[in-house]
């Protein structure tokens, strides 16, 4: 399985930033597409962001572009989400997974198993 694992979430005020990780320790990442999900409280999951193998490519949900920006080391095996100018809307868990590279110009779409995730919360 393309197990991953969130890290980076916590408590922020709005217009605060945070910077999530997105690691992989039993396979290499850099063949991969992954994409950031988020759920909030009584909703159902939506994709927030996705990115290529390679970085060539991104996709972002309208509701995050020009506040948040996805970008991977594969040096490193792992694929971050700034996030900046947080709002309390953004308040959710936060998944990554694999997404299906050829559809990355279009939306993200997911094919690997969820992880734990790892919690953010926009509140003053």
């Known amino acids: 399985q393309l197990q991953l694992v969130e890290s980076g979430g916590g408590l922020v005020q709005p217009g605060g930033s945070l910077r999530l990780s997105c690691a992989a320790s039993k396979f290499t990442l850099d063949y991969y597409a992954i994409g950031w999900f988020r759920q909030a409280p009584g909703k159902g999951r939506e994709a927030v962001s996705c990115?290529?193998?390679?970085?060539?490519?991104?996709n972002y949900v309208d509701s995050v572009k020009g506040r948040f920006t996805i970008s991977r080391d594969n040096g490193k095996n792992t694929v971050y989400l700034q996030m900046n100018s947080l709002k309390p809307e953004d308040t959710g868990t936060y998944y990554c997974?694999?997404?299906?590279?050829?559809?990355?110009?279009?939306?993200?779409?997911?094919?690997?198993?969820w992880g734990q995730g790892t919690q953010v919360t926009v509140s003053s």
């Open positions: 990115i290529s193998s390679r970085a060539g490519t991104t």
């Open positions: 997974t694999a997404v299906y590279e050829r559809r990355i110009h279009d939306m993200c779409v997911p094919f690997g198993s």
